[in-house]
């Protein structure tokens, strides 16, 4: 009787073969799953990466020295010798515009500051007012702003500030802020001068009254804001100097008279 071989015989083999051939495919999947994974990850580092340079203040547009630009401020004089050591002009890419004045003795530190800024698409609302402010006043440390009371001017009143953690409030320069909506216009500054309290107040008094709009541009609600802070403007002589509305001052208004 012939015999035939069995239909259902594989060779050692060929089953050997079809076993590497399992075992490759499935070391192949988990490679390709491993490349992904780390092809992931590092989509998602460099996205991070993307992410810390657009939020890095650094790489932002920021406000330039505008030798171009034409002054559109002018602080009067009381003294013919008297004059601003420096007014510079500075440009924001989104529409800004800072003029800055400052006073001071040749090659020392300036003893008086202000700045008129026209704020543009820059301006961030969520951010302090005066956050700028405490940056201009430090002195190699911020400490912060506090208030010092407030000031009547022909802008209206204006706020007054001093750093944070100054005891001998009579020696503390003295920061002043004023914020307007229409136009978009904010004054501030700060100031050294005077050897009291009410003396620094009265030097600001004195910078805000003697500060002027020489060109307004295509802004007529900032040549109006002017036109009429001019129609309040007081003067400001010696008396103004020695003395402080004794409402508004820094210090604890004093009862007049006795009990």
């Known amino acids: 009787m012939q015999s035939y071989p069995n239909r259902h015989f594989v060779h050692p083999a060929l089953t050997s073969f079809a076993d590497e051939c399992c075992a490759t ?65 500075y440009r924001h890419p989104e529409g800004g515009r800072k003029d800055v004045f400052h006073w001071g003795p040749p ?44 000031i009547d001017s022909k802008f209206g009143t204006v706020a007054l500030f001093r750093r944070s953690g100054r005891f001998d409030a009579a020696k503390s320069c003295l920061g002043f802020f004023k914020q307007f909506d229409d136009p978009a216009l904010q004054i501030s500054g700060w100031s050294c001068q005077g050897t009291t309290l009410p003396a620094r107040r009265a030097a600001i008094s004195c910078m805000l009254d003697r500060l002027t709009l020489l060109a307004s541009g295509n802004e007529p609600r900032l040549a109006e804001l002017f036109a009429r802070a001019e129609l309040k403007r007081s003067g400001c002589g010696i008396a103004a100097a020695v003395l402080a509305d004794w409402v508004t001052g820094a210090e604890n208004p004093r009862l007049r008279g006795a009990f």
Do not use: C, N
Not at 142 to 148: F, I, K, S, V
């Open 25 to 89: 495919l499935a070391r192949l999947i988990a490679y390709v799953g491993a490349l992904a994974l780390f092809a992931i990850a590092g989509l998602h580092f460099w996205d991070q990466l993307q992410l810390d340079v657009v939020a890095d203040p650094a790489e932002q547009p920021s406000f330039t020295l505008a030798a171009w630009a034409r002054p559109a401020f002018a602080v009067s004089l009381l003294d013919p010798h008297e004059k601003s050591d420096s007014y510079e002009i």
């Open 107 to 150: 090659g020392e530190k300036p003893v008086a500051e202000l700045e008129i800024y026209r704020a543009g698409g820059e301006l961030d609302p969520s951010q302090a007012q005066t956050a700028d402010l405490d940056v201009r006043m430090a002195d190699g440390d911020r400490l912060g702003l506090e208030a010092a009371g407030v």
